[in-house]
């Protein structure tokens, strides 16, 4: 039996590579003829920049920028020289992960780091960037970003705007003079693994506001300020960005690119599974295993199980979900959803045993199968 292993990470808890790891190990203890394809996942958020790399014999790039609070830091990109592309993490420059819970601002917190990354690495060669947008600590509407990149925005005065979340109710003017000719052709992915509107009740600020530190009082004045600026930038782009699906993901930091830039938003799983040949191993596999930290009603909006799933299914392949927890609304995309914990256990116990969980539970499935292969 030939089982193709495609699981999203366990979030804080099992990268995706540990995560496939397991299941494989788990499997083969049960039966060593079981032959395993392990194809870790990412759909744009942490981890993708690696797995990415890793997977298609990239390097890393070092480079110093500026994190959400203006404080510099080392970061990177990763680099595919033969085709010319830089993958970027939104996260490492500007993520969540860089700030303390007590500096969780969103008003001030900026995306800055992001645009002087994406810059670094056009000026390195790259003709193609691939930006995975999860994990971000920013609600700006990538006003950070683009500073970064070279774009000034001004008020009604010309006097330029404040950094974060404060200065989108400023913007009236977008200069682009200091944008060298290289950013402005290059070619720029945005895997996101969400489809939310910029504005309004599922919009960056009322959704994703509240995630980053915002107060009630705060998600208003960023919806006011998105306001502004989405008319700011339909103005000077000539586009209709209203509903642009995936607009309010990462604090709205594609729209700026789909309107100044010419960006294109996809969908992260989607992006992923095809850059590394994933469907080619679901045709060729008699089973997929999948999974990720929670399997529910968010695994079925896009992500990486759910892209798996029905990739699986049109070819006709079983498809199998492990997960730390486990809702029955998932049910409908899977064969079969299995909780990877074996008793009652605290949130912090299974995380910190995840891979031997893992490891357990797949071997289980691995004597199942077994008995009723022969």
């Known amino acids: 039996m030939r089982i193709l292993i495609a699981p999203n990470a366990m979030k804080g808890s099992l990268p995706a590579t540990e995560f496939a790891k397991a299941i494989s190990e788990g499997l083969q203890l049960a039966d060593n003829s079981i032959e395993t ?27 110093k920028v500026h994190d959400p609070l203006g404080r510099l830091i080392d970061c990177r990109f990763g680099w595919l020289s033969e085709k010319k592309c ?36 056009i000026m390195y060669g790259a003709q193609e960037i691939i930006l995975g947008i999860g994990g971000s600590a920013t609600v700006d509407g990538g006003i950070g970003m683009l500073k970064g990149l070279g774009f000034l925005l001004t008020d009604s005065s010309g006097v330029e705007i404040p950094q974060g979340g404060n200065g989108l109710i400023h913007v009236a003017h977008i200069i682009k003079d ?21 504005t ?52 709205g930091i594609a729209v700026p690119l789909v309107a100044l830039l010419g960006a294109r938003i996809v969908s992260g799983a989607e992006f992923v599974i095809d850059l590394l040949g994933v469907l080619d191993d679901i045709r060729n596999c008699d089973l997929v295993i999948t999974g990720e930290g929670c399997v529910d009603i968010q695994t079925c909006q896009g992500k990486g199980p759910a892209v798996i799933a029905h990739a699986a299914h049109e070819s006709g392949i079983p498809v199998i979900a492990l997960g730390g927890a486990v809702g029955q609304e998932a049910s409908e995309l ?16 299974s ?13 289980q499935l691995g004597r199942f199968l077994k008995s009723i292969s022969k």
């Open 37 to 63: 394809i392990q194809k870790p996942l990412a759909d744009g958020g942490d981890g993708t920049n690696e797995l990415i790399i890793k997977a298609l014999n990239g390097e890393f790039i070092p480079v």
């Open 86 to 121: 830089a993958i970027i993490e939104m996260a490492e420059p500007s993520g969540l992960k860089l700030l303390a819970n007590h500096e969780l601002n969103p008003m001030v917190a900026s995306s800055i780091g992001t645009g002087e990354l994406v810059r670094s690495a």
């Open 178 to 198: 200091n944008v060298d000719h290289n950013t402005l052709n290059c070619k720029i992915v945005i895997a996101t693994d969400v489809t939310n509107p910029l």
């Open 200 to 251: 309004g009740k599922e919009g960056a600020a009322t959704v994703y506001g509240p995630q980053k530190g915002a107060t009630p009082k705060m998600v208003e004045e960023l919806e006011a300020g998105f306001l502004n600026y989405l008319s700011v930038l339909e103005h000077y782009s000539h586009k209709n960005l209203a509903d642009l699906e995936g607009g309010g993901a990462a604090g």
């Open 334 to 349: 899977f064969d079969g959803i299995f909780s990877i914990t074996n008793g009652p256990m605290s949130l912090q116990k």
């Open 351 to 363: 995380m910190q045993d995840s891979y031997n969980l893992t490891k357990s539970a797949a071997f």
